[in-house]
């Protein structure tokens, strides 16, 4: 069965921290893994990663894929309290078949 | 850009009663749109995936006599939960696919059933 898991599943940090979110995922077709912030509605897309060792980076976030090793990690330097959501990973496994994770709740304090 | 709206952003109803949602790309021609529900602090479940003028693929345990999904032109899509109760209560997220780029997603419809 396809899974997709993200770690941890909550996190408290202040304001300045650097974080690392992780997904890692179990699929039979990989196509692509896409990180999603979602605030109080619907996810807003952050990356799309299809290669290994690639770093993908805008502003203070940045992404990367191990499609050896089935993870992703997503980073955030000098996190701000706007930063506060919780972070999405999904997996298109297939053709248009996208697989969640739980997602990430992070909460920056001021 | 690539902007997906969803009317109404939020619906109030008595059960037994049906609810249509609407999804629309405003400023692209979506090949694909995707529907999802989520619940409180869960992630996003796809309920089904819908090609503009072909029937609508469910994934496994979602109703397709419950969850109607009306595919008509390459900017809209509609759900209809027919004969809605209170477990159908949830946030549902439409999102739209351009051609060989990832989805994106619209503003959410959060449905109560009373």
């Known amino acids: 069965e396809d899974k997709v898991v993200q770690s941890p599943l909550s996190l408290v940090v202040h304001e300045g921290d650097t974080v690392t979110l992780n997904c890692s995922y179990e699929v039979t077709n990989f196509r692509s893994l896409l990180w999603y912030k979602q605030e109080k509605k619907a996810p807003t897309f952050l990356f799309m990663l299809t290669s290994s060792g690639i770093e993908k980076k805008s502003g203070r976030l940045s992404s990367i894929l191990d499609k050896k090793e089935l993870f992703s990690i997503l980073n955030i330097t000098a996190t701000q309290t706007g930063d506060s959501a919780v972070y999405l990973c999904?997996?298109?496994?297939?053709?248009?078949?996208?697989?969640f994770g739980t997602g990430t709740r992070l909460k920056v304090l001021a | 850009g690539a902007v997906v709206s969803q009317h109404p952003s939020w619906v109030i109803c008595k059960s037994g009663t049906s609810v249509k949602i609407e999804c629309r790309s405003l400023d692209f021609q979506a090949t694909t749109m995707f529907w999802y529900r989520q619940f409180p602090k869960q992630s996003l479940m796809l309920m089904a995936t819908s090609n503009e003028g072909s029937k609508a693929t469910y994934e496994q345990g979602v109703e397709k006599d419950k969850f109607l999904i009306n595919h008509a032109s390459l900017t809209l899509s509609t759900l209809t939960v027919t004969s809605a109760h209170p477990e159908d209560s949830s946030f549902y997220i439409c999102s739209a696919r351009k051609a060989l780029e990832t989805q994106y997603f619209g503003p959410g419809t959060r449905l109560l059933v009373l």
């Open positions: 999904a997996v298109e496994a297939g053709t248009y078949k996208y697989i």
